[in-house]
């Protein structure tokens, strides 16, 4: 797995024992005296606050990537519930970036457009009645002589 993924997992498992280990590590201990620390002492602190610099870079690039696959997720669910024909206001998603707004709108134009062609392709379509022929052609006549049949004639009388 990939380890930024498996750190974002772990964050949104467990927030708050990141930011309790992250607040460890910029702390400095408190039972050491200002005045006996020496130069040896100092560097490691440096150390812990480069360390905690990335880290809190670290932090929020997961965050951000949180944020993204959240966008995403609310993205993919609204085009679904869009081409199942459902009416949404986009303006209620202020979260959704400008772009993925701005594809939701197209798809709601175009499902209406298909709509509204197949309304009027309903509409427009009128069923015509049968060509007449005049003078039934000999092909019709030798069919009908084909497939008359004779009727009994009452007695008359």
């Not at 498996?6 to 964050?11: D, G, M, N, R």
């Not at 993919?76 to 024909?85: H, N, P, V, Y």
């Not at 084909?146 to 009388?157: D, I, L, N, Y």
Request: aromatic letters at 2%; charged letters at 30%; zero cysteines.
């Amino acid at each position: 797995m990939n380890p930024i993924k498996k750190s974002v997992q772990q964050i949104v498992r467990e927030p708050l024992e990141i930011l309790k280990s992250a607040a460890k590590q910029v702390s400095v201990p408190e039972n050491i005296p200002p005045a006996e620390q020496t130069e040896e002492q100092e560097q490691p602190k440096l150390d812990q606050t480069a360390m905690a610099q990335q880290d809190g870079r670290h932090l929020e690039a997961l965050e951000s990537e949180l944020k993204d696959i959240r966008r995403q997720k609310i993205f993919k669910d609204l085009m679904q519930r869009i081409q199942s024909g459902e009416n949404i206001p986009l303006e209620e998603f202020t979260e959704l970036s400008y772009e993925q707004r701005d594809v939701l709108k197209a798809q709601i134009e175009a499902i209406k457009t298909r709509n509204t062609q197949q309304v009027s392709n309903q509409l427009v379509e009128p069923i015509s009645a049968k060509g007449r022929k005049i003078g039934g052609g000999q092909k019709q006549s030798a069919q009908k002589q084909t497939t008359r049949v004779e009727k009994p004639v009452p007695p008359s009388g």
